[in-house]
């Protein structure tokens, strides 16, 4: 939700320790639940941040109803 409420023209530029400070978790959290929607198919990390590099940048994939109800099947 961070990510997309974040998101102009289509792309979230927001610092991984910056979602972090803001969803009250860790950073590593953070990251496992970014690998976890790029995996799914939910987001899309347009640039890859980082020391020196400044924040990523990541597109928020809309999820249709019917690829919501799939991902709410058990496995």
């Excluded at 991984?16 to 496992?32: G, Y």
């Excluded at 929607?37 to 924040?55: A, C, T």
Aim: proline content about 3%.
């Amino acid at each position: 939700m961070t990510l997309y409420r974040d998101t102009r023209d289509q792309i979230a530029s927001t610092a991984q320790r910056d979602i972090a400070r803001r969803c009250s978790v860790s950073r590593k959290t953070v990251e496992r639940s970014v690998k976890s929607l790029v995996e799914r198919g939910l987001l899309r990390v347009v640039r890859q941040g980082g020391f020196r590099k400044g924040s990523s940048s990541y597109q928020v994939i809309p999820l249709s109803r019917e690829r919501y109800e799939e991902l709410q099947r058990p496995k």
